[in-house]
């Protein structure tokens, strides 16, 4: 079993919470010895897509908190899975791929120097069909680590746009990072919710509070995932369908919903995110995963 599979289920099994809840290359997947047909998994970022809470419902923002769509510029995920049907549990579906980890800042963490970063429409990963058990998947399950985007906000009475850099991954280490223009220096690990925010005024850190990143899992009763990972499930329109014997590429465009996904405390509720008024960032999850086959 894979460390990150390992550490996933050593938090799943201890929760008492079970049931209760290269950087410059981002278009090139690491190589395989394998010849296709591929199964192509590519990124696509919808603002208009439905708004959903940790277990798949329509979300209500809550009362003292406001919300933005922000403008994606660049994702990275750490683990995918296929997943037959909602009593498919962590790690027993067909795993298509597993980014690097690494102990360098002391606990297992994602490696975010070796994350691969897509935008809009770019291929996330090229999965040869003949590694994938023939079978029908209804669902996908992808562990999302790192998001950035732009936003707005207002400083000193003055409207700005703004770059964040999100680590929605359950550990990250981090030597450093570009959050747009300037580098970030980090040399060590990071939990879930730490972020970056780059704006005319130069760059700030944050951490938004434990167990306050969204987490999309509509399976939460019968496939629950481990507190603190960012381990989204989505379902097919209809289910994948392997044979074995494909001919040709399968491609599932994975649609994330962005809609209002950066959520902060609006001290003055005049919706307006304003950072120097101690309006702090309580959550940057993506709010939904809609996969499905592109004819």
């Known amino acids: 079993m894979n460390r990150f599979l390992s ?15 290269k950087k410059d290359d981002p278009e090139t997947p690491a190589p395989s010895v394998e010849s296709g ?23 209500v923002v809550p009362s003292g908190h406001a919300t933005q769509t922000p403008q994606f510029n660049t994702m990275s995920a750490h683990y995918a899975e296929l997943i037959p049907n909602a009593l498919t549990w962590l790690g027993e579906g067909e795993v298509l791929y597993e980014g690097p980890e690494t102990t ?12 691969v970063l897509v935008g809009e429409g770019e291929v996330f990963q090229r999965i040869p069909l003949s590694s994938i058990a023939a079978g029908d998947y209804e669902y996908l399950r992808m562990s999302l680590s790192y998001q950035n985007f732009d936003i707005s906000l207002q400083a000193s009475g003055i409207n700005l746009d703004g770059t964040l850099a999100g680590f929605i991954g359950y550990n990250n280490y981090i030597t450093s990072y570009t959050i747009e223009g300037d580098v970030v220096e980090v040399n060590g690990n990071k939990l879930q919710g730490y972020w970056g925010f780059e704006s005319d005024f130069g760059v700030v850190e944050g951490q938004a509070p434990e ?8 399976l939460w009763d019968s496939s629950p995932i481990p507190p603190g990972s960012c381990l989204v499930t989505g379902e097919f329109p209809e289910a994948l369908s392997i044979t074995g014997n494909e001919t040709e590429d399968i ?29 702090p960032v309580v959550d940057m999850g993506i709010r939904g995963m809609i996969p499905s086959v592109q004819e």
């Open 104 to 115: 360098a800042g002391g606990d297992l963490a994602i490696d975010f120097d070796q994350a």
């Open 37 to 59: 047909p591929y199964l192509i998994l590519k990124l696509h970022f919808d603002e208009d897509q439905e708004r959903l809470d940790n277990f798949g419902n329509p979300a």
């Open 7 to 21: 550490f996933a289920f050593g938090l799943l099994f201890s929760s008492t919470l079970l049931f209760s809840c």
């Open 251 to 279: 491609e599932v465009l994975v649609s994330l919903s962005v809609n209002n996904s950066f959520e902060w405390i609006d001290t003055n509720d005049d919706g307006i995110y304003q950072p120097g008024e101690n309006e």
């Open 211 to 218: 167990g306050a990143t969204t987490v999309v899992n509509p």
